[in-house]
């Protein structure tokens, strides 16, 4: 049996070494990967191809003195599909302080379950 | 003239300066915190991204939070912590150190301590540093600075951008000028490989199809006020192909170049430099060549990881006390960077109180090894599965190791990779 071309290939960004997997499928439609040196490799691959997630980081405006920018981030990956929409929500509103760092800023973002969170706190004074 | 006495002094309120003064705390030992800006956590302030505190705080977490952890940690201890004030002269000849500090609130500031920590952090090579040709229009910046822009000051430097190097700050800095709506057209490198973490190529160049053009140079930065175009030229061979160059046209260049350990005030005060690392020559203890000087983080030499600042600064701090309590190694032993090794820092060890080692090799390789030999003997051997001249690398010398050394006054340790 000759070997089947590869249906998709990718990087494995799960630690430093960057192995190179290939994903196959077969009659079944059952995915396979070659090319991972352990098994967070196929956690990764499976995620990677059926729902591509990134965790975003970005800025909204607050309302303060001495930092105009307050940085945000998802609490969990979000898949990528949203991330455009996510950075226009985010751009588009100003906080105000008191924010304490982890605060909920965004709940559950179109359904995702993913919420937009402060990564900084700013206190009363600012 | 206002005066203040502690036991320890540190300079530079980054990861490292944070870290060293929660341990310093920790031992019934006063300690100033002086930090020329208004704010606590140095560069980690405006590395928004996430990917730190995997090891110290076992989550994964952006720069502002693994800072806003530390800074917990420091309002919770006994340290004075003086902001907007910068250190501008260092004695240390003598048992007592003194600083010179200038802030808006005090004015001209006296800090004695009988031990002095240098945290002082790194700063961007810039155009002089690589030397490109052209004319000298507005639109370059150091990644860094640019970084500082977009995500304190909430200022975005241009819209169609092209990078020049690609370390990290680099790649975080295409993904970032990206979400901000900006075109990144190109990442420009003269390596034949990525300078960068492997999985910042993919989330913050393969996610947006950003070209990264491998062994090229920016030859030529054109433009009269603002920068309209750079010439990006092939190598081959190591040597220009000026044939082969094309145009980018762009209005904002970002340089990611390297940093530098920001040792100005340090060599003033008499301490020796490694001209591998910029950085001071530690002992064993992370003391420099001048008595009670202590250094750690980026300042003695550039780190990839906060949280490896932080466990350096941590025992960095640790032996500061020592110090000051007089308990000083009895013997120390030279470390020497062998075959495929840059640097290694500290570059002496304690046989009676080994302890962790970090270098950069110089060559890229997978299933590579690392041998130790004193004195040309092979005494340790360790397997790293993936090593790069990017990737800061570690080894811990172990008690149980030393045991069945045989060691001479005059013993030299040697570190090689292969
Ligand atoms: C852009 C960028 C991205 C990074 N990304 C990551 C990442 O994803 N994950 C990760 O783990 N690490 C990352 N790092 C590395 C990590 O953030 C740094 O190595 C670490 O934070 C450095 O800490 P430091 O205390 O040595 O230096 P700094 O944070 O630079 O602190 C030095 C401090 O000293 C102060 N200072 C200097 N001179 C004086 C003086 N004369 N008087 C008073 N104060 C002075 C400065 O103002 C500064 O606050 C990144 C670094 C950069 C630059
Ligand atoms: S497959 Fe495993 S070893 Fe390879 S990059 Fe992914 S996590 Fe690392």
């Known amino acids: ?126 | 003239m206002k005066e203040l006495h502690y036991d320890v002094l540190i300079i530079g309120a980054g990861a490292g300066g944070l870290a060293a003064a929660v341990e310093v705390s920790k031992h019934d030992t006063s300690c100033a915190l002086v930090e020329r800006e208004s704010h606590l956590g140095g560069i980690l302030v405006q590395c928004i991204h996430n990917g730190f505190g995997l090891e110290e705080f076992k989550e994964e977490l952006t720069g502002p939070e693994f800072a806003d952890r530390q800074v917990q940690q420091v309002l919770a201890s006994n340290v004075d912590v003086y902001t907007d004030t910068t250190v501008t002269q260092l004695d240390a000849d003598g048992d007592l150190k003194e600083a010179y500090c200038f802030s808006p609130a005090y004015g001209v500031l006296k800090i004695t301590a009988h031990a002095v920590i240098l945290a002082m952090g790194c700063r961007e090579r810039n155009r002089g540093n690589i030397r490109t040709p052209g004319t000298r229009p507005a639109g370059v910046y150091t990644a860094g600075l640019a970084q500082r822009l977009v995500n304190i000051e909430g200022y975005i430097p241009g819209k169609d951008v092209v990078i020049v190097g690609s370390g990290d700050i680099g790649l975080i800095m295409a993904r970032r000028m990206t979400w901000v709506g900006a075109k990144v057209h190109a990442v420009i490198e003269i390596q034949p490989y990525p300078s960068g973490l492997t999985r910042n190529i993919v989330q913050c160049l393969n996610d947006f199809d950003i070209p990264l053009y491998l062994s090229h140079v920016v030859s030529r930065i054109e433009g009269k006020d603002r920068i309209e175009k750079v010439r990006v030229c092939p190598l081959a061979n190591g040597i220009p192909d000026e044939d082969n160059s094309f145009d980018i046209p762009c209005d904002t260049l970002l340089l990611s170049v390297g940093l530098v350990p920001e040792n100005e005030l340090s060599k003033e005060a008499g301490v020796q430099i490694n001209p591998q690392t910029n950085g001071a020559l530690v002992d064993a203890t992370m003391m420099t060549s001048v008595d009670g000087v202590f250094s750690c983080g980026n300042v003695l030499h550039v780190h990839d990881l906060a949280d490896w600042v932080a466990e350096e600064a941590r025992r960095t701090g640790r032996y500061a006390v020592a110090y000051l309590r007089d308990e000083r190694p009895k013997r120390q032993i030279r470390i020497k960077a062998g075959a495929n090794v840059r640097y290694i820092n500290p570059t002496m060890l304690d046989p009676d109180n080994p302890d962790k080692l970090y270098f950069r090799s110089l060559i890229v390789k997978n299933q590579a090894k690392l041998h130790l030999k004193l004195d040309h003997n092979p005494v340790k051997e360790v397997k790293i599965s993936h090593v790069q001249p990017s990737e800061m690398l570690h080894v811990k010398v172990k008690p149980k190791d030393v045991a069945s050394w045989n060691i001479m006054k005059d013993s030299v340790l040697e570190v090689s990779v292969e």
């Open chain 1, 1 to 126: 049996m000759s070997r089947q071309e590869p249906i998709q290939e990718m990087i494995c960004i799960s630690c430093p070494l960057g192995c190179h997997l290939s994903l196959y499928k077969n009659d079944k439609d059952e995915l396979s990967v070659t090319g991972n040196k352990c098994a967070r490799g196929i956690v990764y691959a499976e995620e990677e191809f059926y729902a591509p997630k990134r965790i975003v980081t970005c800025t909204c405006r607050a309302e303060s003195r001495i930092l105009p920018r307050l940085p945000v981030r998802t609490n969990a990956s979000l898949p990528k599909e949203h991330i455009n929409d996510l950075i226009k929500a985010a751009y588009a509103m100003t906080v105000k302080p008191p924010v304490a760092c982890g605060q909920v800023l965004i709940e559950d973002f179109k359904g995702t379950g993913v919420n937009l969170i402060a990564s900084m706190s700013l206190g009363d004074g600012h």
